[in-house]
């Protein structure tokens, strides 16, 4: 049977996700918004592409949530996007209200559901969709890290003039401004970027990714980055309709993990059909551990509004 995705939010990142879940034949989708015909139209034109580039997967637009019963994963992006000048931070308090509302609604008429949070301030408003939904940890897990990371890929692929493809990457911590991009778990083919690129060079382009967001914002003026966004949250998805068990920086809930309990924070986590299959656990130097523990902090800090 095709699996059944539902996207909340019709929007630049929801849409697009959409449209990489349907030409990727990955499963039905169905899209929520609350503006009148948004989700509607973008639907009709989507199943409309079909045809030309060979899915069959129905895609479905609505203003209501009954359409989503049954859904195997739910994809929160409904919210406010930054505005130039506004840290995410700033989006939390109006963020939060629709993102409650969103996993009570989805979560009652989908309870076996895996819910994927990409709405900012992320970590915070994974917390509130796991509270509003009553779902256990291992079914909500945020989207951030993925993106992070594919940033400071990218970074690192234009300054060295390699492939992409040859680069990982791991940022941790919280998707905010305090995020933790590890240099000594990035490499290149497998070679540690701190052997290839001096010490220079990397604080450089980890600057870049802390600021990846930001220096999007401020070239398209109105609205956020989508492209990649979508792309990293179509890979979360896949990984969990795949059962593919694919290691990726997300967003869990910590209980004990890293010394932290309670808070969500982006770790390496085994993704597959069951959600957060594992957390990965590496080892921090006492630096990024300090960076990673800061950064949590910021995260509990929003949290406790929502409390
Ligand atoms: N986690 C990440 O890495 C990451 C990356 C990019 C964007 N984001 C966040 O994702 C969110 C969406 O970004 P975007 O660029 O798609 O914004 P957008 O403004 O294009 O889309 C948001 C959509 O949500 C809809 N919406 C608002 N309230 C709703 C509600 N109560 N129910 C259903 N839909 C509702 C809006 O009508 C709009 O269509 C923002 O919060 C943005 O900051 C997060």
């Known amino acids: 049977m095709q699996k059944k995705v539902t996207v909340v939010g019709a929007g630049h990142v929801g849409a697009t996700l959409v449209q990489r879940i349907a030409e990727k034949r990955l499963a039905d989708v169905v899209m929520v918004d609350v503006v009148e015909g948004v989700p509607q139209g973008k639907g009709l034109d989507l199943l409309e592409a079909g045809p030309v580039l060979g899915y069959d997967s129905k895609v479905i637009g609505t203003n209501g949530y009954d359409e989503t019963a049954g859904s195997d994963i739910i994809v929160i992006t409904a919210g406010l996007a930054r505005k130039p000048g506004m840290s995410r931070d700033d989006l939390l308090a ?58 400071f890929r990218t970074f690192i692929a234009m300054e060295l003039g390699v492939s992409v493809e040859n680069t990982h990457a791991f940022v941790l911590g919280g998707h905010g401004d305090s995020m933790v991009p590890l ?89 597959g059909a069951k959600g957060v299959e594992q957390v990965v656990e590496i080892t921090l130097n006492a630096e990024e551990n300090a960076a990673f523990i800061k950064s949590v902090d910021a995260v509990r800090a929003g949290c406790a509004k929502f409390m």
């Open 94 to 151: 109006a963020n939060g209200d629709i993102v409650k509302k969103v996993a009570q609604e989805t979560g009652r008429r989908s309870p076996y559901a895996i819910m994927i949070v990409v709405t900012n301030p992320m970590d915070v408003m994974a917390y509130v969709a796991m509270k509003a939904s009553g779902f256990p940890r291992e079914r909500v897990v945020g989207m951030g890290g993925v993106l992070d990371s594919a940033r």
């Open 183 to 271: 240099p000594r778990y990035s490499t290149v083919a497998g070679i540690p970027i701190t052997e290839i690129m001096s010490a220079g060079q990397i604080s450089r382009l980890v600057e870049r990714t802390r600021n990846g967001g930001a220096e999007i914002v401020a070239l398209l003026k109105t609205g956020s980055a989508y492209y990649a966004p979508s792309a990293a949250t179509l890979e979360m998805v896949e990984a969990m309709l795949l059962d593919k068990k694919k290691i990726l920086p997300c967003s869990a809930y910590l209980e004990g993990e890293y010394g932290v309990k309670g808070a969500f924070a982006g770790v390496p986590v085994k993704l």
